[in-house]
């Protein structure tokens, strides 16, 4: 039982320190990137539907405060231009798009009488400004 118990230790602290590991390697950019996608999570479950729009919809404003505050951040790190040989100014436009998005989301939220489909339609539109500038930036290596 004991011996159980001390390799179930040393398992798990292996596991933590290859996450710790992980997590050295991450970009400037990608640790901003996994909290913008942490902030957006409670977004795309409030929008999902009308009982989780009931219940999630006015803490929607928040967390795209929290998203715009990271991505004004992520908008002046030079390197994911300079990577795919592209102008900052390209790179900050494409960010100033999703952060616009995700502002009229939160406007639109924040009115009283907006439905879930509306709210669900623009999600949609700010998400697209996500995999955009994906597409265009974000390359694996
Ligand atoms: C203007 C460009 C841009 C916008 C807009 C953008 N991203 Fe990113 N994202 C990147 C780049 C560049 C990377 C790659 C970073 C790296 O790994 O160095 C990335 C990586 C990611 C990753 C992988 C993180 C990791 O573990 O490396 C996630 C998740 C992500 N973005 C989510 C989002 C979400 C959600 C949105 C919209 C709310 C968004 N991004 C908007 C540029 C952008």
Same mark, same amino acid.
């Given at each position: 039982? *004991?011996?159980?118990?001390?390799? !179930?230790?040393?398992?798990?602290?292996?596991?933590?320190?290859?996450?710790?590991?992980? %997590?050295?390697?991450?970009?400037?950019?990608?640790?901003?990137?996994?909290?913008?996608?942490?902030?957006?999570?409670? =977004?795309?479950?409030?929008?999902?539907?009308?009982?989780?729009?009931? #219940?999630?919809?006015?803490? =929607?404003?928040?967390?795209?405060?929290? =998203?715009?505050? *990271?991505? #004004?951040?992520?908008?002046? *790190?030079?390197?994911?231009?300079?990577?795919?040989?592209?102008? !900052?100014?390209?790179?900050?436009?494409?960010?100033? /798009?999703?952060?616009?998005?995700? /502002?009229?989301?939160?406007?639109?939220?924040?009115?009283?009488?907006? #439905?879930?489909?509306?709210?669900? /339609?623009?999600?949609?539109?700010?998400?697209?400004?996500?995999?955009?500038?994906? %597409?265009?930036?974000?390359?694996?290596?």
């Amino acid at each position: 039982m *004991l011996r159980k118990f001390a390799c !179930l230790a040393a398992v798990l602290v292996t596991m933590a320190g290859f996450s710790f590991a992980a %997590d050295d390697d991450e970009s400037p950019t990608g640790k901003l990137m996994e909290k913008i996608n942490n902030a957006n999570k409670p =977004i795309q479950k409030a929008t999902r539907n009308a009982s989780e729009y009931a #219940k999630g919809a006015s803490k =929607i404003p928040d967390s795209v405060t929290e =998203i715009v505050k *990271l991505a #004004k951040e992520a908008r002046d *790190l030079k390197e994911p231009a300079e990577h795919v040989k592209k102008p !900052l100014a390209e790179y900050q436009k494409s960010m100033d /798009e999703m952060i616009k998005a995700a /502002e009229d989301l939160s406007k639109l939220v924040a009115k009283a009488g907006t #439905k879930q489909q509306a709210a669900k /339609e623009a999600y949609n539109t700010y998400y697209k400004t996500c995999t955009a500038c994906h %597409d265009v930036f974000k390359k694996d290596e």
